[in-house]
């Protein structure tokens, strides 16, 4: 398949769907620490343009910048070397306090910037998750910036910029886009006589080949639903609808929407009572799950685009060290889309450029560090660096290039394989129905599918959290 028609599709889909923030796409990321799994790339040098706006600085000066660019992020080293080459070529500094994301982290930064505290550049979430200071007034919008820097961000496709639901101005400027997708164990399923699942591959299917792969002594899926029950919850209730209406928030839990995420839970429910996870689901860590997928104890890991370094590196005998890949035990992992039910299509995928680099109105005026700032989102969202985030995902750029397989592992080949089949791309309503409203239902999921609390219920009570939130 060639990447420029890869390209082509995804600019396409994103082009048609609503760019709603990912709240997933942050969710249950190891603390352990990994290197870029793609092969060393020569890092591009400053661009003219990035460096002309660094010398505007009276002299080098310090940024403190948060990303989510840590942990077993494929792009942990992409992000340290484009930074080092910043540093190198405008005399500047960072100060990093990147750290991978979760719930935590999402709390942290809205404590940061409710205290003063936000950085000069912070790569976030785009969607709801961002509200709390878009409306504080603690971020700058890209066409303010524009009004002072005008090449700024001009590299990139606007149609596909985010803009904030808080107020529909554009703030992030993207880098890579991600998808949501289930990974496979491919050992699993040949040790219980099981084909890997194609792009028409049913929910009826996915429950047959479940109970195949109970029958030969494995855990179907590697999920902790009481850790990280966040993949599962998205799809479950996608399958119950269409791109279309995905993005709807219900008004209570019996209307037709309610209706869609009370059947997707149950749907859960109905997967747990089958013992189609593993025994220690509600107690388990994500991380302990995914070690299960790894270690060749479970067939079916439903993440997101970010777990591919993960996966990688749990195949190098040095996680840190691209050159110790085993690729014979990497061979063994594939990636294919979630089982299709009802109306969703197999090839309709959770996804979209859910993140971005904003600059802090804290920096913004600062006369030392704007200047600066400008310079560095411009460098780390420069033609020449973008591709190196997005390889097998997606980005903004006017100008993607084309991608050469040849540079990339093999799991990341057959994620571009998958990806140049999606039919859709739709982001994560979990975005829109974000914090507090997401508790009986994240939180809750224990008690869901033992029976504890009713779907209905859980339902209603996040309904009646978020529609507090609107008054």
């Not at 660019?69 to 100060?95: I, M």
């Not at 919850?233 to 839990?253: G, K, M, R, V």
């Not at 009370?262 to 593993?278: C, M, N, Q, T």
């Not at 809750?444 to 339902?459: E, L, Q, R």
Request: hydrophobic fraction near 40%.
């Amino acid at each position: 398949m060639k990447m420029k028609k890869l390209t082509a599709v995804l600019l396409t889909a994103m082009m048609t769907i609503s760019m709603a923030g990912c709240g997933s796409a942050s969710q249950g990321t190891s603390q352990e620490s990994t290197a870029d799994s793609a092969p060393k790339q020569e890092q591009p040098a400053e661009t003219a343009s990035a460096t002309e706006t660094a010398e505007q600085a009276s002299g080098p000066v310090e940024l403190t910048v948060t990303t989510t660019f840590a942990g077993e992020d494929s792009n942990a080293q992409n992000y340290k070397n484009a930074v080092a080459d910043w540093e190198a070529a405008t005399g500047n500094t960072v100060s990093d306090t990147s750290a991978t994301s979760d719930e935590t982290f999402k709390t942290r930064i809205i404590t940061d910037f409710e205290t003063g505290s936000e950085p000069d550049v912070l790569f976030f979430f785009n969607g709801a998750d961002a509200n709390d200071f878009v409306n504080a007034g603690k971020v700058v919008s890209i066409d303010e910036i524009r009004s002072e820097f005008p090449d700024y961000a001009s590299n990139m496709n606007d149609d596909l910029i985010a803009a904030s639901p808080a107020d529909g101005v554009k703030y992030a400027v993207p880098v890579n886009g991600y998808w949501e997708a289930m990974f496979v164990n491919t050992e699993v399923l040949d040790a219980a006589g099981v084909a890997m699942p194609g792009a028409d591959y049913t929910w009826d299917q996915f429950l047959e080949d479940c109970q195949k792969i109970k029958d030969a002594g494995y855990a179907p899926i590697a999920a902790a639903l009481g850790n990280i029950p966040h993949y599962w919850w998205e799809f479950a209730i996608f399958n119950q609808q269409t791109p279309d209406n995905h993005l709807d928030i219900p008004t209570s839990a019996d209307d037709a929407t309610g209706s869609q995420w009370v059947a997707g839970l149950e749907d859960i429910k109905d997967l747990y009572e089958r013992g189609y996870f593993p025994d220690n689901t509600l107690s388990a860590t994500d991380d302990e799950t995914f070690a299960m997928f790894t270690d060749g104890k479970a067939a079916f890991l439903l993440d997101g685009s970010w777990k591919v370094g993960g996966i990688v590196g749990s195949c190098q005998s040095d996680p840190d060290d691209p050159a110790t890949l085993d690729a014979d035990k990497l061979s063994h992992f594939d990636v294919t889309y979630f089982p299709g039910k009802g109306n969703r299509r197999t090839t309709d995928m959770i996804g979209g450029l859910s993140m971005g680099y904003y600059i802090t109105t804290k920096a913004w005026e600062d006369p030392d560090k704007k200047a600066a700032a400008v310079s560095f989102v411009s460098h780390m969202t420069s033609d020449e660096v973008v591709p190196l985030f997005a390889q097998h995902t997606a980005s903004a750029l006017k100008n993607a290039p084309v991608v050469d397989e040849s540079r990339f592992n093999a799991l990341q080949v057959k994620a571009m394989s998958m990806m140049s089949g999606v039919t859709s791309l739709t982001g994560a309503v979990q975005d829109l129905f974000n914090g507090d409203c997401r508790v009986s239902t994240f939180d809750g999921m224990p008690d869901i599918v033992v029976g504890n609390v009713s779907a209905a219920d859980a339902v209603q009570e996040g309904i009646d959290v978020y529609e507090d939130t609107l008054e």
